[in-house]
């Protein structure tokens, strides 16, 4: 096999390869968690005076079978600095 054509075999492997990685799992908003009237009030927290976000709620489900993890996270953005943390 030439290297051109093994440089073209290798690129359309690791392409579908990080494709199926990039694969998020649809989310049912009845999935979701309430927002408790507590927690749209919260400015701070006493665990973390000047926290600029904290976490509300995390969940970590894995999936040893088919390799996949899926993250359910709420934050808290208590200041304009926490706003970068909204990707989370």
């Known amino acids: 096999m030439n290297t051109r054509r093994l440089a073209a075999v290798c690129t359309g492997i690791f392409t579908l390869t990080i494709a ?44 040893d079978n088919t390799s996949r993890e899926y993250n359910y996270v709420r934050i808290k953005i208590l200041s304009e600095e926490g706003r970068k943390y909204r990707g989370y």
Do not use: I
């Open 20 to 63: 199926g990685l990039w694969r998020t799992p649809t989310v049912n908003g009845d999935d979701w968690q309430p927002v408790s009237p507590e927690d749209l009030k919260m400015t701070s927290v006493p665990e973390a005076p000047g926290a600029p976000a904290v976490y509300l709620y995390r969940q970590v489900d894995r999936d």
